[in-house]
């Protein structure tokens, strides 16, 4: 059943080289950390022992379902002490995989790992979605509380996501919806949404959650069972873990949820989802810590590489963190934000260094969201060197209004008491950035309890049809920005704005008027080596607003 070979121990001792500027560092191991001094990732090793699947009966028809093979392959290789799960060349139809410790599970190049059709092959487990205990079908690949794992290869994982999701006519072209039409499946009363089954038709009529709520069961989501879409791969709760080269693509819903997992590298992967994927994300970390992302290309349906710590309550109690993560050398195409933290961030985020990345046509490019509520503090956030192409909406966006409506500038609002509800963004330094194509180029909106503060933008290059807003926000440094909008009349909008500075200052030669000063709540904002000209057509002052606030150096 095993063996022992050349091949084998040179492709484990490939893979568990570490990356660049990494050490061999305990996880106990603290300190603060900078650019020069950047967190580090201990990464799994395994025996060269090698487990051929096809020793365990499976066939590489896409029609024999494998699942207790593969399943028996990862059992027996954990058992004898660890190694090599060899997925070879073939197609390989399966139900849901259960990762266990000590185990490479390496698809070849030439393989595909396909999840089968059947919703009855995944039973209903407890889970978690959106950060909040939900009833979720089992996940095609699962771990938990596991140490030393791997998924490795140059293969595919292919989570056969079309089969579960439900989705809009409007999403799809008119032959696309004609094919999934003549799939099978149902289609709304007014012919606008196609539904794999009856069960998840029910769930969206009934407008039914899957929150498992005190005194519910298992049993009671049911009569809805189709409608519980699971990610493709959730490993909760585990140590040392290497996902390196493969294509992970087609999954239910988010594609890689590492949970509560502590030494995870992300090296060198494929990870994509049709664009019309609702809940599409491509990888979200979530109370994770001590992390490595590099190398890799995301091409998806919602956010790409997001950082989540639980939502609410349920995620203050929890009281974990993402922290010490290095992303580099990224590439993100179609997705609602190239580098994401948030919304739910309740258990906090810090000490995260983004840099040498590339997003291409993603809905917006460095993408930090709240809301009240979520409680949570994010901080020491480090991004430098990222190019942005073709951004739909914002290039650079902080939002604390993440699903709820903002007031306006006239508008008096009873501002609510600080609390553990309330979440927190600090101390950001955004570096070096250059975005060809976007709506708006700079995004800030705080609360009027809790402004965004300690925000560094230094060195920003943003050509744009409009310029920046920055809304309820302290401390906001920029220095040598350049914004570069089509349309954009102010280029820059700032409103109950504090301690904002601006040194160095390019624009448009045909703008207008170039800040805008909008309330009453504004103090101390500073503006040099701008080639204002003194004009006072350049500066407004609207909504009661201090002309003394605004100076000029």
Not at 420 to 436: G, L, M, S, Y
Not at 477 to 485: A, F, G, I, Q, V
């Amino acid at each position: 059943m095993m063996k022992k070979n050349k091949l084998a121990a040179g492709m484990m001792a490939m893979i568990c080289l570490p990356g660049a500027f990494l050490h061999a560092q305990t996880s106990k191991e603290k300190g603060s950390f900078s650019w020069n001094n950047l967190p580090t990732v201990e990464q799994p090793v395994f025996k060269p022992d090698t487990f051929n699947i096809v020793q365990f009966g499976s066939v590489a028809d896409g029609l024999t379902l494998n699942t207790n093979s593969i399943n028996k392959a990862i059992a027996t290789c954990s058992g004898k002490g660890g190694g090599v799960v060899l997925i070879p060349g073939g197609i390989w139809l399966t139900g849901p995989v259960e990762m266990k410790s000590n185990v490479n599970l390496h698809i070849d190049r030439d393989a595909i790992l396909l999840f089968t059709k059947d919703f009855d092959q995944y039973p209903l487990v407890e889970g978690t979605y959106e950060g909040s205990r939900s009833a979720r079908n089992q996940s095609p690949i699962q771990g938990t509380n596991l140490e030393n794992i791997a998924i490795t290869g140059r293969g595919v994982i292919d989570g056969n996501g079309d089969v579960w999701r439900m989705v809009g006519r409007d999403r799809l072209t008119e032959s696309q919806w004609k094919a999934k039409v003549a799939s099978g499946g149902l289609v709304s009363s007014d012919n606008r949404i196609w539904f794999p089954s009856a069960k998840t038709k029910l769930a969206f009529e009934q407008k039914r959650g899957t929150a498992l709520l005190p005194g519910q069961t298992l049993k009671d989501f049911e009569d809805i069972k189709d409608f519980l879409r699971p990610n493709l791969v959730v490993l909760n709760n585990c140590k040392k873990v290497l996902l390196e080269g493969v294509t992970f693509q087609n999954s239910p819903a988010w594609c890689l949820h590492p949970v509560l997992c502590q030494d995870l590298t992300v090296r060198n992967l494929f990870v994509k989802n049709p664009d019309y994927a609702q809940n599409g994300d491509g990888i979200d970390v979530e109370s994770c810590k001590n992390v490595l992302i590099e190398g890799s290309t995301f091409d998806v349906g919602d956010d790409g590489i997001c950082i989540k710590s639980g939502k609410d309550e349920e995620g203050r109690k929890r009281g974990r963190p993402t922290e010490n993560v290095v992303i580099r050398n990224n590439v993100v195409y179609k997705a609602h934000g190239g580098f994401v933290i948030g919304s739910e961030m309740s258990g906090g985020a810090r000490n995260i260094f983004v840099y040498d990345c590339s997003f291409m046509g993603t809905d917006i490019g460095l993408r930090f969201k709240t809301a009240r509520g979520r409680g949570g503090v994010v901080e020491n956030i480090y991004v430098k060197n990222i190019r942005m192409k073709d951004i739909v909406q914002d290039a650079i966006l902080f939002d604390m209004y993440y699903f709820a409506k903002a007031p306006g500038a006239n508008e008096k609002v009873e501002v609510p008491p600080v609390t553990e509800a309330t979440p927190r963004f600090r101390n950001f330094q955004i570096a070096d950035i250059v975005c060809n194509g976007a709506n708006r180029g700079i995004f800030i909106r705080g609360l009027p309890e809790m402004k965004v503060k300690d925000i560094d933008l230094n060195n920003i290059v943003l050509k744009t049809n409009k310029g920046a807003e920055i809304i309820e926000a302290n401390n906001i440094r920029m220095k040598d920005l350049t914004l570069l909008s089509n349309n954009s009349n102010p280029v820059v909008y700032v409103e109950s704005g504090s301690n904002i500075t601006l040194n160095g200052f390019k624009y448009s030669p045909d703008a207008g008027v170039v800040f805008s000063i909008n309330g009453d709540k504004n103090e101390n904002i500073r503006v040099s080596n701008a080639n204002l000209s003194n004009n006072p057509n350049k500066v407004e002052f609207n909504n009661g607003a201090n002309r003394s606030v605004f100076i000029t150096e």
